[in-house]
């Protein structure tokens, strides 16, 4: 979990509003372009003129092939980059990263507490307040748990609790099941997918997994290949819970794998 301020890319420094003050959409990027230099390599352009919005409450899933810029997009949203053209700017976000970063010799319950920890309260309050959270999320009897002794599956819902419990109105998802199995992917979409239902929170994930975008976000965002270019924006509108055999979501994924080019 990574913890990031407000800012506006073009400035010299971050930009800090009074904290009274809410932006009415907390996610705004303006044409953005992000260009890597490695020296004597050529240039890697990963970004060219991407421009997307994330409403409050909104989860906005960003899905492209591999190498498109997915997560150099959410490091420019969350303020660890800069871009080379446009602007971002965001509320305040905590990232999870697509590695959990447990600590592996602390508990379920200290490593979920962490968040909370890093924001100033002492161990036995930051226990007591995620303690709850654990039996919410289906690990209270894991609680004593190091993440050696978890499933892949329960190590992401503790490094996703961890990242909820920061308490930052935006939370950034970098393609969060990506090294799961099949089968734990889909029981996790469907988590995902309950929690966020129950806790709004503006959320920005990012994804190869076109069928996981359909599945737990309000809009999709489609990418291109590198330099990666916003192709197409998808309103889901389908109630949730949601179905993976609804004619909808079906037609919503063969809507998004054309805009990718896949399958013609």
Known sequence: MIETPLQASREPGPERPNESEQMAVPVQVDGVGRTFTRGRRPAVHALA???????????????????????????????????????????PAALMPQRDLLLPWASALDNAALALRAGGAGRDEARRLARPWLDRFGLAEFATARPAELSGGMRQRVSFLR???????????????????????????????????????????????????????????????????????????VARPRRRSDPAIVALRERVLAALGVGE
Request: hydrophobic share 45%; with cysteine.
């Open 49 to 91: 003129d991407v421009s997307l919005r994330a409403a409050a409450g909104e989860t906005v899933a960003v899905v492209g092939p591999s190498g498109c810029g997915k997560s150099t997009l959410l490091e420019l949203i969350c303020g660890l980059q800069r871009p080379d053209s446009g602007t971002v700017r965001c509320a």
């Open 163 to 237: 990242s909820l419990l920061a308490g930052k109105p935006v939370l950034a998802l970098d393609e969060p099941f990506a090294s799961l199995d099949a089968i734990t992917r889909a029981e996790m979409q469907g988590w995902l997918g309950h929690v966020l239902a129950g806790e709004r929170r503006t959320v920005v994930l990012v994804t190869h997994d076109v069928e996981e975008a359909v599945m737990l976000g309000d809009r999709v965002i489609v990418l291109s290949g590198r330099p990666g270019r916003v192709l197409e924006s998808v309103e889901v509108g």
